[in-house]
């Protein structure tokens, strides 16, 4: 009998992250969630287990490359491989004009979601070279194709995953390993919520609240069932490129049979 996949999916405990984890329980995959909120993955785990009883949660912080390294020994040690790790876990704490945000937040935001993203490739990927197998999906995000104004943390960040993930993808374009930078949408989480209700968020992104008013946001599912997508090798032929839950599949598909252009779903300049 075949084992269940093993998948990793980091800043679990709330949010986009807990909604994938469960997406993917449900799915028949065996999840490790991980997060920095010990109660919160508790919660988690309860879920979890519902669904797929062998799942569990584990206390890790993206920006602690030993945390990492712990939590990758200890999945080998249990389950002896990682299928999919999906690079979730994010910050935006930076709020407004660039030269008046708290330094240490901004400093936060970029090391959570850009080194974060960092130092888990590089304890993941040795693994996935090894077993020669494994997809990695890292979240972009808001900032990622056009200026994000007064949320310059993030949105360097973000776009940094997204150059990361392409370089990445060709770095390891010889091998079985695929890696995708995939922007979840505008979702209803602790993170947007925080951006329409704390006064810095009211004061810089009040555009924000009007969004959702105007159904802008997606479904809780509709990140997790890209993810799923981007992990069951759909769409394989877009690994370094930037996929949105926007984009249609089926069109994405026919991107492919015709010979996708180079630059496609790429960041660019043109001239």
Same mark, same amino acid.
């Given at each position: 009998m075949k084992s269940k996949s093993i998948v990793v999916v980091t800043g679990a405990s709330r949010g986009i992250g807990?909604?994938?984890? =469960?997406y993917f329980a449900e799915r028949d995959y065996l999840v490790i969630g991980t997060g920095r909120n010990q109660e919160k993955l508790n919660d988690l785990e309860e879920e979890l287990k519902k669904l797929s009883p062998t799942s569990t949660t584990k206390v890790m912080d993206v920006t602690k490359p030993t945390d990492i390294e712990n939590?990758?020994?200890?999945? =080998?040690?249990?389950? &002896? *491989?990682?299928?999919?790790?999906? /690079? /979730?876990? &994010?910050?935006?704490?930076?709020?407004?004009?660039?030269?008046?945000? $708290?330094?240490?937040?901004?400093? /936060?935001?970029? *090391?959570t979601n850009l080194f974060g993203t960092f130092h888990s490739v590089q304890a993941v990927i040795p693994v996935m070279l090894k077993q020669k197998f494994g997809r990695i999906i890292n979240l972009a995000g808001g900032g990622t194709i &056009?200026?994000?104004?007064?949320?310059?943390?993030y949105g360097t960040s973000k776009t940094g995953v997204a150059r990361f993930t392409e370089n990445l993808a060709a770095e =390891? $374009? *010889?091998?079985?390993?695929?890696?995708?930078?995939?922007?979840p949408g505008l979702n209803d989480t602790d993170m947007t919520r925080y *951006?329409?209700?704390?006064?810095? &968020?009211n004061q810089y992104l009040s555009g924000i609240e009007s969004l959702f008013e105007q159904n802008i946001d997606v479904p809780p599912n509709q990140a997790p069932e890209w993810a799923f997508h981007l992990s069951s090798g759909d769409l394989?032929?877009?690994?370094g490129r930037i996929v949105t839950v926007y984009d249609d599949?089926? $069109?994405l598909k026919n991107q492919v049979r015709k010979g996708n252009d180079v630059d496609y779903l790429r960041l660019r300049l043109w001239k």
């Open positions: 807990r909604n994938i984890a =469960l939590l990758v020994s200890y999945v =080998l040690k249990e389950y &002896g *491989q990682i299928d999919v790790w999906i /690079n /979730n876990a &994010g910050a935006f704490m930076a709020i407004g004009p660039t030269w008046e945000v $708290e330094k240490e937040d901004w400093i /936060n935001d970029v *090391q &056009g200026a994000f104004k007064y949320g310059n943390g =390891l $374009e *010889q091998t079985p390993i695929k890696v995708f930078a995939l922007d *951006q329409r209700d704390s006064d810095v &968020g394989d032929a877009f690994s599949i089926e $069109e």
